[in-house]
């Protein structure tokens, strides 16, 4: 079982910047394949960015040149970094984990774009 706590979201103002965090439990973190989703209210949940075990990374089209996921794999953590953000990236963000055909969810995060 893989628990994952994320942190960092809140509010913040058209064109500011924020980043998330997400701690995993673990010890072979290093082999887990890392994703950021996000769910809007009425809307599915999406891939926002994913970053796999070797660090090769992929974006959503609505967020590259915006948003940048890494991960520290002495910390266990994986990180988004969320430039340039608009109203509409305004979501639940979900750190997810991925390991052997297993997922698991971490308990979201608000962020909120707004003036």
């Known amino acids: 079982q893989v628990q994952l706590v994320e942190s960092g979201g809140g509010l913040v103002q058209p064109g500011g910047s924020l980043r998330l965090s997400c701690a995993a439990s673990?010890?072979?973190?290093?082999?887990?394949?890392m994703g950021w989703y996000r769910q809007a209210p009425g809307k599915q949940r999406e891939l926002v960015a994913v970053?796999?075990?070797?660090?090769?990374?992929n974006s959503a089209d609505s967020v590259k040149g915006r948003f940048t996921i890494s991960r520290d794999n002495a910390k266990r953590t994986v990180y988004l970094q969320m430039n340039s953000l608009k109203p509409e990236d305004t979501a639940v963000y979900y750190c997810?984990?991925?390991?052997?055909?297993?997922?698991?969810w971490g308990q979201g995060t608000q962020v909120t774009v707004s003036s």
């Open positions: 970053i796999n075990s070797a660090g090769d990374t």
């Open positions: 673990g010890s072979i973190f290093m082999l887990y394949t």
């Open positions: 997810y984990a991925y390991y052997q055909s297993m997922g698991y």
